[in-house]
């Protein structure tokens, strides 16, 4: 929630320097108490984390990242939310009871998901510039942290498949990559959710027989 929100109190320019990057390695730091007890994760997770760590402190050091550097970047997000996603989604649906975890699992995958096609939309961007139009992204040689905040909000836009048609992807990736984005988030929305809601109506119900 800081990394969506946090550009609301701290100017922008100084969140996504500063702050967003402490925040992202807390997140790794997260994911690592969460899967602990698997090894073969764990380690994966620990060289992400100090890959991550190393290229924050170099964008520290020298202002800018180059190109590469950014690409190795989002990668590492994008595997980190990637497989944190699928073990959230995962331990949500073999949940026996519906109680406070799993309702913050269900919120918590949902949010990766939305990171995960920010890092999607930023890689396509990077490779492909002007591959998305409209919104705020116009002033983005003015205020650098724009591209930042206006492919996230149109990440979790498409991912909720509200639509307002602000911001447009422009080349056949990007607008793959949208489709994709979208019917990803119908899925969870409409599976996820019943499942759980389903556990939670049986669970009532036994709860009610005893």
Excluded at 52 to 62: E, V
Excluded at 132 to 158: A, D, K, R, V, W
Aim: glycine residues 8%.
């Amino acid at each position: 929630m800081a990394v969506l929100f946090g550009s609301l109190f701290i100017p922008g320019e100084i969140f996504d320097k500063s702050i967003a990057p402490i925040l992202f390695l807390l997140n790794l730091i997260a994911g690592i108490l969460l899967i602990s007890k698997r090894k073969e994760l764990f380690w994966f997770f620990l060289i992400l984390l100090i890959a991550s760590s190393i290229i924050f402190g170099l964008a520290q050091t020298h202002g800018e990242m180059t190109l590469d550097v950014s690409y190795i970047q989002f990668g590492i997000y994008f595997a980190f939310y990637l497989l944190i996603t699928f073990e959230i989604i995962k331990q949500v649906w073999y949940s026996h009871a519906v109680d406070k975890k799993v309702i913050l699992g269900m919120i918590s995958g949902f949010i990766s998901l939305g990171l995960i096609g920010f890092f999607i939309y930023m890689s396509i961007e990077l490779t492909n510039p002007n591959s998305f139009e409209g919104g705020l992204l116009h002033m983005g040689e003015t205020h650098p942290n724009t591209l930042t905040e206006q492919l996230m909000y149109f990440s979790f836009i498409t991912l909720l498949t509200i639509g307002y048609g602000d911001i447009a992807p422009m080349t056949p990736l990007a607008q793959k990559a949208s489709i994709l984005i979208g019917l990803v988030g119908q899925f969870y929305l409409v599976i996820v959710t019943a499942v759980v809601v389903g556990k939670f109506i049986n669970q009532n119900n036994t709860n009610k027989k005893k």
